[in-house]
């Protein structure tokens, strides 16, 4: 559905803006970003931008501590930016002090773009071969045939209710937008110009007349349509999240009884009491799935290489996929969680499930869905439609 012809497109327009990578193993260069060739000796740091929960070294709790282990083993000494939302992750990422960033799919296409990171040598990552395949390649990941990372892992964005306030049990999204005035002011949603898709997947199912076939690739009425849609449910909604503890209490309090989640807030929830379930609609969902990158200027190449070979080797995978609540990247990890049930809960090794789930992607001008006859709204856009619709 999704091909990588738009970007040649954007090659034409002087969107992209590719440099060459410094890489210490050399490169080769094929149009622009080089790859590099091999691994030498770690340059002794690696500077990271992470998402919390990603590089812990048990200062948070003694016992998630995978940081300490790389660095005896590598002599790479890590150092952690935690940034808060995928706009920081951008922001850091262009300043060129970083070596490697976990990206989400609404940040990965916009550093590609830009020319931020390199294409990464998955033959120099020996984890990588055990990467389950429905992570590999995919259009928030790659560009041309090649891998812009190292997949980390994956979720989808399901539907909670509490079961003690919300009847029926809801099994579409139709509960938290044409009918959502039933729980007015209790309703929650994602605090992101990402969210749009959820709208924009709906409409793909309710409102086929408007030709909506990827939920990241909308004309100027498809976005119309979708900002429509949130401006109603906005009506409804009593606040939006973007730190999931802020969701768990919510939902404990009874301040939201209905809206979009994550798999880890449902669990947390329940395990705090909250009688809550969390469904994945029979529209199915958007999604995310994180991706290890490296910069294009990365001063530490050798040490970044080290690390995403590190962060997704089966055992240390495990131990963050289990910490921060995910499906694990790595085939094998799922041998080694401490909870056996994790890999079943999170659907790790169920494609099935994870073919309904439409992993978030950075929205370009160039329609991610193939269409040639029509300019689609990118991420700036969504930006402001997003601010626009929380008035």
Known sequence: MRNANPWKAAVAAGVLALVAACGSGGGTHD??????????????????????????????????????????????????????????????????????????GDATLRLIAAGDVAPVNTRLVPNYRDIFSGLKMRPFNSKDGKMYGIPHGRGANLLMYRTDKV?????????????????????????????????????????PALGIKDPYALDRTQ??????????????????????????????GGDSVLGTTWQVIA???????????????????????????????????????????????????????????????NRKACKETADPRHCDVYHADDESYYRRVHFWTTPVPQCLDGRKNVKCTDYAEWTRAWTEIKG
């Not at 009918?179 to 749009?196: F, L, M, R």
């Not at 429509?228 to 909604?237: E, G, S």
């Not at 001063?299 to 080797?313: G, T």
Request: glycine share 8%; charged share 25%; net charge neutral.
């Open 31 to 104: 149009g622009g970003v080089a790859e590099q060739r091999s691994v030498g000796k770690g340059e002794g740091r690696v500077d990271i931008i992470a998402w919390a929960g990603y590089a812990e070294d048990g200062s948070n709790d003694p016992k998630a501590d995978w940081v300490h282990p790389f660095e005896k083993q590598t002599g790479c000494k890590v150092n952690t930016k935690t940034a808060g939302t995928s706009d920081e992750m951008v922001s850091l990422m262009k300043t060129g002090q970083y070596d490697t960033v976990s990206a989400s």
């Open 167 to 207: 009847s029926p049990a809801p099994d579409s999204w139709k509960a938290v937008f044409d009918g959502a005035a039933k729980y007015a002011g209790k309703v929650t949603a994602y605090d992101s110009p990402i969210y749009i898709a959820d709208a924009a997947l709906y409409l793909m199912k309710t409102r």
């Open 223 to 252: 976005l119309n349509a979708s900002v429509a849609l949130l401006k109603k449910q906005r009506q409804q909604i009593g606040e939006y999240w973007s730190e999931y503890q802020k969701e768990v209490t919510a939902f404990k």
């Open 267 to 329: 669990n947390t929830a329940a395990a705090e009491k909250a009688p809550v379930k969390a469904v994945l609609p029979k529209e199915g969902a958007t999604g995310w799935s994180d991706t290890w990158m490296v910069s294009a200027k990365a001063a530490h190449p050798n040490c970044a290489y080290k690390w995403l070979n590190w962060i997704v080797s089966p055992k240390v995978n495990a131990q963050v996929a289990e910490y921060f609540g995910e499906a694990p990247a």
